[in-house]
Structures are given as C-alpha cells and as structure tokens.
C-alpha cells in the first residue's frame, strides 16, 4: 500500500448479512487522481478509514478521519465497475440536495460525478444500526420519527416521483406466482397457496392505496437507520417517492416481523439453498407476530385512519413482490436477496392471515 494512503479498519455487523465483505471498496481503492482531489474539496488528508462492509452494495461505505479531527462518511462508486450502484448514488444525491432541513437524515456535505465515478460526503453521525431482534425501546423511537417524516410538507416541490405507479409496477408477484406456482409454496405458505387468485386480485389495489403527498422513503429498515442518544436518522434516499404517509410504517413492520421484536415474538427460521433445493420455514410465532403487527399499526398515528383494504393491498402487494423474488437465483451483488425476501414474505403473509381478505 503507498505510504500516503489512510489506514482501515474494517467493522462488521454480525446481524447483518455480509454481502460484500471481501470486495467493497476502501479508500487505498480509489484512483489517486480522485482521492487527491476529494481531499483537496475536503482541505484535509485522510489518515483513518473506518469501511462498513456490511449491506448489500459494492461501493465504497467508509467513515474518514480528517487531519483536521473531523470526520466525514463517504460513498463511492464506479460506473464501469457497478453501473446500478454509482447510479442509485447519483439519484440520491439529488434527491439529497432537495430533502426539506427537517428531515431527521446525516447532512448532506458535498458530491462529486466525472462520468464514470460518483463520490458523495455526508456528515459523520456517531450512531447505530438499530439491533435485531428489535429492542421495543428502540422501535419506539424510530416509530416515533416515522410519524413525525410522514407529516414534513415538501414531496411535490421536490419533483419527487408518484409512490403508486412505483409499487404497482413493483406489486406483481401474485399474479406471476398464480400463472406459475412453485412447487413448494404449498410448505412453504400453505395459507396464501390456497388464496392465489384472491391475493392476485388484492395487490391490483396498490395502484390507488399509495396515493398521498407525504415524502416516502421506500426503504424503510434497519439497515438504513442510525440511533443516537437523542435522535433517529433516516440513511439512503435513493427510492424516495410521494405518496400516503403511512406506506414507510408498513414496509418497516413487514421487515420487523421478519426480524423479530425482543421479548414479543421470535423471527423466522429461513433457509434458501443455493443449488436451487426446496426453501425452508419455520415459525411457530406466526400467528403471534401477525397480531401484533396489527395492533402496532392500528395504534400508530399514521395507521389510525387507514382504509383496511389499502393496508392489505400494500401488505399483500409486499408479500407477493418478495415470494417472487425467492424464486430467482441470487444475484452475485447480493447474494442474500432470496433468503431476506423469503423472510419478509412470511411475515407479510403472517400479518395478512390476521387482517384477513
């Protein structure tokens, strides 16, 4: 390694599956042209790297340590290398420079883009990744925060896309799964197996349940959450849509009953084998789970007035998006894809088995 080159640490989270632990890229990857100039924008040498190489993308993810005893968390992609990473960077950095200064998110500091890198800098928030299973306390507070995003005006001024088209281009599961069952869905969700044309024809609701003019993220979970002693921050913006306030509460307590809640219901137990072999479920706090998504949502601001047949066409949509998702092979970018879907689909089913069709 040349001598000017930060050194790295390297931090793992070992809740979250390390989809490119070997490969993402550190500082000492970056050409000298560009680190030159990045510290040039930054009017300090970096002399410590601390690369979070957990998640699921191949760029660069790395809290720098200025010589000026700033820091600075930098994102980094090259185009020739990771076209759909460098131009999710590029998206959220426009939608970066747009979020109303209300929005609980790290400070967007600067970005750079030559055609075939894009770099962007964030302020450094010295947090962490809510743990799973969830602490109740911890939920709490990120709920909290998800009411108080949902009523921050601005998503139209922001050009920011219509949320209903998105999901229900996205929400097709069903009917493809009706058309084309796999052979094991019956172990695997004997209770939506039984339900396919029902379910085909709910998600057709998503279209008009996501309606709204509230900033979405639409990627709400833990992975794109830090908590502080004071406050819950909201990372990565790169599928921020306008639509109904309440769509981040249901994607995050779909994920939630996938992760389990600490103390109220165990996740469950998934197994997808690689060489295409029968996946594998067992949760015996189904049912558990289900109900107490229902009551949490039910007991939320956001979800107090919501039609029922629009949570279950979002729920539903959700849970045929991610079955069919498990369907295909893994991509080599994240090749935990199939097993986290499958997880996400039993719990939207168990949420759904409750609110019944």
């Known amino acids: 390694m040349p001598d000017d080159v930060a050194t790295t640490r390297v931090v793992r989270s070992p809740q979250d599956p390390r989809a490119h632990a070997s490969d993402r890229l550190r500082w000492a990857s970056l ?13 300090a040498h970096v002399v410590e790297e601390i690369s979070v190489v957990s998640g699921f993308t191949p760029g660069m993810g790395s809290l720098l340590r200025l010589s000026t005893g700033e820091q600075v968390f930098l994102k980094a992609a090259r185009t020739r290398d990771a076209r759909e990473c460098a131009d999710l960077h590029r998206t959220e950095a426009r939608i970066a420079t747009r979020l109303p200064a209300a929005v609980p998110t790290p400070r967007f500091l600067w970005g750079h883009g030559d055609g075939d890198w894009i770099v962007l800098a964030y302020e450094a928030i010295d947090g962490y990744p809510p743990q799973t299973p969830w602490d109740p306390a911890v939920l709490a507070r990120v709920l909290d925060t998800l009411d108080d995003l949902a009523r921050i005006p601005g998503a139209r001024q922001m050009s920011l896309p219509p949320a209903g088209p998105q999901l229900a281009s996205a929400s097709i599961g069903w009917g493809r799964i009706l058309r084309d069952p796999p052979e094991h869905l019956s172990s695997l969700a004997p209770w939506a197996a039984r339900r396919l044309s029902s379910l085909a024809e709910l998600e057709l ?18 992975r ?12 990565d913006w790169p599928y921020a849509m306008r639509g109904a306030g309440w769509l981040d509460l249901g ?4 994920t939630v009953g996938a992760q389990g809640v600490d103390g109220v219901f165990d996740p469950p137990e998934v197994s997808v084998p690689d060489d295409g072999g029968t996946p594998v479920v067992t949760w015996d706090d189904a049912e558990r789970a289900g109900a107490w998504l229902t009551a949490v949502f039910d007991d939320h601001p956001l979800g107090a007035e919501v ?5 279950r066409s979002i729920v539903g949509g959700f849970a045929g998006f991610s079955m069919d998702v498990t369907r295909k092979p893994a991509p080599v ?25």
């Open 31 to 43: 050409p000298r042209e560009l680190r030159d100039e990045i510290e040039a924008t930054m009017e």
């Open 205 to 222: 609701g998503v279209l008009v349940a996501c309606e709204g003019e509230s900033i979405v993220h639409g990627d709400m979970r833990a």
């Open 224 to 235: 794109n959450l830090t908590v502080t002693d004071d406050a819950v921050y909201v990372l």
């Open 251 to 254: 994607h995050l307590l779909v």
């Open 307 to 311: 039609h029922p047949g629009d949570l």
């Open 333 to 357: 970018s994240d090749p935990c894809r199939p097993t986290v879907a499958l997880g996400q689909a039993v719990s939207a089913l168990a949420w759904l088995e409750h609110l019944g069709l």
